[in-house]
């Protein structure tokens, strides 16, 4: 049964950092993208960025770039979202997603986290 469990959300003032994991489990993910996503409150989810597995190649929308980046750690299978200089529209519930295809659109992620929250203060 594969299963991605997200954690290290919470509340952090602007200009502040988080680190959020996704521990995955339940098959191999080397031939996967795994991808960031994010929905605030009243909007469609978005995405964030995503990683090849194996090599560990990223990519990121525009909004993050620069500020985020994906990294992960084989050996414990686990991947993280590093955010630096957050900002307010920030906010929302992060989720961890994989796909077989690199994709933008939440759709085409056959896996996924239940999520965890992120509010960032003014």
């Known amino acids: 049964q594969v299963q991605l469990v997200e954690s290290g959300g919470g509340l952090v003032q602007a200009g502040g950092s988080l680190r959020l994991s996704c521990a995955a489990s339940?098959?191999?993910?080397?031939?996967?993208?795994m991808g960031w996503f994010r929905q605030a409150p009243g909007k469609e989810r978005e995405f964030v960025g995503a990683m090849l597995w194996s090599p560990g190649s990223t990519g990121y929308t525009d909004a993050v770039k620069g500020r985020f980046t994906i990294s992960r750690d084989s050996a414990k299978n686990t991947l993280y979202l590093q955010m630096n200089s957050l900002k307010p529209e920030d906010t929302a519930v992060y989720y961890c997603a994989a796909s077989t295809f690199y994709s933008t659109t939440p759709a085409r992620y056959d896996y996924w986290g239940q999520g965890t929250q992120v509010t960032v203060s003014s």
């Open positions: 339940g098959r191999t993910f080397s031939n996967y993208f």
